[in-house]
């Protein structure tokens, strides 16, 4: 099974009772983090300071730099995990961390393109929507 793994940025209460409003309540969706977890390894895209790679790899559901908040069954695929290994190598030269962009390149739109080359998903729109608003703002602005 393939599962995307869901996290409140940081550790920030005020982001997490946001998130709360914004997606338990009104259901647009929040300031979330994004992984794939696949074979009992998580992986992810972030930000770096110098010229690499930022797709990363955590244990499931225990990235240290956000708060877990769910898991979402996104398919079963067939790929052993040298399979997946090998998708992540491809994956890695197209994720520079120096390109990471909080709106337009950022983990979740990693996670989409993971969840593609596993053959699953897509992310439920929840996920990403709060972004994708802010996107779209910054775009017109």
């Given at each position: 099974?393939?599962?995307?793994?869901?996290?409140?940025?940081?550790?920030?209460?005020?982001?997490?009772?946001?998130?709360?409003?914004?997606?338990?309540?009104l259901k647009q969706g929040g300031v979330f983090h994004c992984?794939?977890?696949?074979?009992?390894?998580?992986?992810?895209?972030?930000?770096?300071?110098?010229?690499?790679?930022?797709?990363?790899?955590?244990?499931?559901?225990?990235?240290?730099?956000?708060?877990?908040?769910?898991?979402?069954?996104?398919?079963?695929?067939?790929?052993?995990?040298?399979?997946?290994?090998?998708?992540?190598?491809?994956?890695?030269?197209?994720?520079?961390?120096?390109?990471?962009?909080?709106?337009?390149?950022?983990?979740?739109?990693?996670?989409?393109?993971?969840?593609?080359?596993?053959?699953?998903?897509?992310?439920?729109?929840?996920?990403?929507?709060?972004?994708?608003?802010?996107?779209?703002?910054?775009?017109?602005?």
């Amino acid at each position: 099974p393939v599962f995307a793994n869901v996290y409140d940025v940081g550790h920030f209460a005020v982001l997490h009772k946001l998130n709360q409003a914004t997606q338990d309540v009104l259901k647009q969706g929040g300031v979330f983090h994004c992984a794939i977890e696949v074979h009992g390894k998580e992986w992810s895209f972030g930000g770096t300071k110098r010229s690499t790679s930022g797709v990363f790899l955590n244990a499931a559901r225990k990235c240290d730099l956000h708060t877990y908040r769910e898991s979402i069954y996104m398919g079963d695929c067939a790929k052993d995990m040298g399979d997946v290994r090998e998708t992540v190598r491809v994956l890695r030269p197209q994720w520079n961390g120096l390109e990471y962009d909080l709106l337009h390149k950022n983990c979740c739109h990693f996670c989409e393109a993971m969840a593609s080359q596993l053959g699953v998903g897509p992310l439920p729109q929840w996920v990403h929507h709060l972004g994708d608003v802010g996107a779209r703002l910054n775009d017109n602005v």
